[in-house]
Nanobody, 119 residues
Framework: VQLQASGGGLVQTGGSLRLSCAAS????????TGWYRQAPGKQREFVAI???????DYADSVKGRFTISSDGAKNTLFLQMNSLRPEDTAVYYC??????????????WGQGTLVTVSS
């Protein structure tokens, strides 16, 4: 599975962006799909996740501001980001995690899209 993230950019504090992650195939068989981010000088951190049974979870820092969703065909993942803050500045990565026969747990990552929030 190849993932292509897009939608990042420069936005002012309080603004909104919508990130997209297009998969080369269906994400239906993924155990989870989600978004992570990595700020300069920091480790990659969890942002939001959808499970195969549509359970959704968010990092405390984005709850109430970010919304994760997928399209009906489950080959595109979205992250709607509202009320953006300078601390949201990071490279955002989409992820799909599979439990594959023989190989076990396998993670696929998009290439990342940069979100910059100016104060």
């Amino acid at each position: 599975v190849q993932l292509q993230a897009s939608g990042g950019g420069l936005v002012q504090t309080g603004g909104s962006l919508r990130l997209s992650c297009a998969a080369s195939g269906s994400l239906t068989d993924a155990v989870t799909t989600g978004w992570y981010r990595q700020a300069p000088g920091k480790q990659r951190e969890f942002v939001a996740i959808i499970s195969a049974v549509d359970n959704i979870d968010y990092a405390d820092s984005v709850k109430g501001r970010f919304t994760i969703s997928s399209d009906g065909a489950k080959n595109t993942l979205f992250l709607q980001m509202n009320s953006l803050r300078p601390e949201d500045t990071a490279v955002y990565y989409c992820n799909a995690r599979y439990n594959e026969p023989y190989y076990g747990w396998v993670n696929y990552w998009g290439q990342g899209t940069l979100v910059t929030v100016s104060s």
